[in-house]
């Protein structure tokens, strides 16, 4: 048993099909499948010629290709990033609800002409205030119904030559917390909760098709190796007929020497044998081809050891017929198919975009609410006069005081604030946002009724494949009892040819029906084995029959 770590989440566990739903699909899949109604499948990449020399010899199992292709293969990858991206995107909006931290530090002079005798000067001097601000605001975005909140801690250190200033300097801290509910729009989903909840379901789609991808190459890679295996198989038949074929020659020389067969029987055997030796070139040409196919999807590139080594496969496609339940296998392959639960997630993010376009019909209304307080410190001065003509004000004594009475009357809450207000908005005309809203919903219909059709593909293309495997194993058995008589045939008509009841024609005959039935055979196994890789393929069920565990590294 294989188990593979790999960086991905599985998707969410596909909803399951009503036995009504499931019957009806059955029955519409047979009737596709007897009309022919059927679709095409993919076509499988070429591959180029394999380098020629001496390479060492790498011997392989199907198990160990499968191994290879999981740790080396590049699309996968390739795919395995997407998931780490999503996640990244996923960050990115999560930031939003993360508290901001922001502060201002500043000071100001300003000097203004004295034009009052309230102004706290004489006439024509300047009066100069010099403000330092210190200020520090933390604010964060409640993900839970939209609010927003803002906390502000503000100083002000304030001195002045005013005579009318009783702090000098003056210390004025503010603290002030504020919240801002949405009542309407805003209030179940926005745009950033809406973009979240579409980047979650990508994040999904990416789990759902690295998972397809997995599948999907490790069906081919066994595929590959059944070719492989195949084409092995059919040079050790092509060996077997240039061998007949030139014991057959050899016969012939010996009975024209002996002068009881014609010069002209030997140079037929002698053409028989050509033609095996052109067929044995043109099968180890084919089983070159299907070996790069094979390394081209378990090597991580042409620096790969196995790039430049003869793979030597191991296991023979065997021919045991399993039992198939139609009907349990649509189930698994409408509960476990990657294509119908990438439909499913595309139609929860569409039901996301109408939600959230839905919300923007709403009235703007916000809730907002602040509570604070306010200090008060400093030197306190004492005047004598009142500041009118004749009477100057003159600072007579001074108490000390500084920041921290300031902080002493802010935390005594000694001078709170508070404000409730409603802030309301309604844009007039919203015919354009009605449109998008009934452009969503049409969008909705049709992702529901492609759901629909894919699960009749699914049914359809399951339906086939196991119309395909049933008829695999009949051709199986057709194609050994034939190969059992041509061989028996052949046994029979060389043994009439050594007593001289049969000819040299009809020996190289029966010699060419062996090879045909030998290849036919080993192409009839084969065509089982590709059968019951592709029916398990289309259930989905490729990484539980192979022991595959995919494990999750993903953070919700």
Not at 448 to 460: D, G, H, P, S
Request: net charge neutral.
């Amino acid at each position: 048993m294989l188990v593979a770590a790999l960086t991905a989440g599985t998707a969410d566990a596909a909803q399951q099909t009503s036995d009504a739903r499931l019957h009806e699909l059955v029955r519409q899949a047979s009737d596709r499948v007897a009309a022919g109604q059927t679709a095409t499948p993919a076509p499988q990449t070429a591959a180029g010629q394999a380098a020629a020399g001496a390479r060492p010899t790498l011997s392989l199992t199907l198990d160990d290709v499968v191994k290879a292709a999981l740790d080396h293969n590049l699309n996968i990858a390739v795919q395995r990033l997407n998931p780490q991206i999503q996640d990244i995107s996923l960050a990115s909006l999560r930031s939003i609800y993360k508290p901001l931290l922001g502060g201002t530090l500043g000071t100001q002079s300003l000097d203004t002409p004295s034009t009052q005798t309230i102004s706290g000067g004489v006439a024509g001097d300047a009066i100069n205030r010099t403000t330092t601000t210190f200020s520090a605001t933390l604010q964060q975005s409640v993900p839970v119904a939209g609010g927003s909140f803002l906390v502000n801690l503000s100083n002000q250190r304030l001195t002045t030559n005013s005579t009318t200033a009783t702090f000098v300097p003056q210390y004025t801290p503010t603290w002030t917390a504020q919240y801002t509910q949405p009542l309407f729009r805003g209030r179940i989903i926005d745009s950033n909760r809406q973009a979240m909840l579409v980047t979650r379901l990508n994040r999904d789609i990416s789990d759902v098709q690295l998972r397809s991808t997995i599948t999907n190459t490790l069906s081919n890679v066994r595929v590959a190796y059944w070719n492989y295996v195949f084409a092995v198989q059919s040079v050790e038949v092509a060996r077997q007929s240039v061998a007949l074929a030139q014991q057959l020659v050899q016969d012939n020389q010996t009975r024209v020497q002996v002068g009881t067969m014609a010069p002209l029987d030997v140079v037929t055997a002698q053409s028989q044998a050509a033609t095996a030796q052109q067929a044995l070139v043109a099968a180890q040409s084919t089983m070159r081809t299907a070996e790069l196919a094979l390394k081209q999807l378990i090597v991580s590139g042409t620096e790969d050891p196995v790039w430049n080594a003869t793979i030597d496969p191991v296991d023979r496609p065997d021919f045991r017929p399993e039992p198939i339940d139609l009907e349990a296998a649509v189930r698994r392959a409408l509960n476990e198919r990657t294509d119908l639960a990438i439909a499913k997630k595309n139609l929860q993010q569409n039901d996301a975009t109408v939600k959230y376009l839905r919300d923007q019909l709403l009235p703007q209304a916000d809730l907002v609410a602040s509570y604070g307080f306010t200090g008060l410190g400093g030197t306190f001065q004492q005047f004598s006069g009142t500041g009118l003509p004749g009477s100057p004000r003159v600072v007579t004594d001074t108490i000390p005081g500084g920041y921290t009475d300031a902080l002493s009357t802010l935390f005594h809450g000694k001078y709170p604030q508070w404000t409730v207000q409603m802030n309301l908005s309604y844009p007039l005309g919203l015919s354009a946002a009605q449109a998008t809203v009934a452009r969503a919903r049409v969008q909705q219909s049709q992702d529901q009724a492609q759901v629909k059709v894919i699960e009749l593909q699914v049914a359809t293309d399951v339906t086939n494949a196991v119309v395909t495997t049933q008829s695999n194993v009949e051709r199986v058995q057709a194609a050994q009892a034939a190969r059992t008589l041509a061989q028996q045939a052949l046994d029979a008509e060389q043994a009439k040819f050594q007593v001289g009841m049969s000819t040299n024609y009809l020996v190289i005959q029966q010699q060419n029906a062996l090879s045909t039935a030998q290849n036919n055979e080993l192409q009839a196994i084969l065509n089982y084995r590709n059968s019951l890789v592709e029916l398990e393929r289309l259930q989905q069920t490729t990484l539980t029959s192979l022991g595959i565990t995919i494990v999750s590294s993903a953070t919700r």
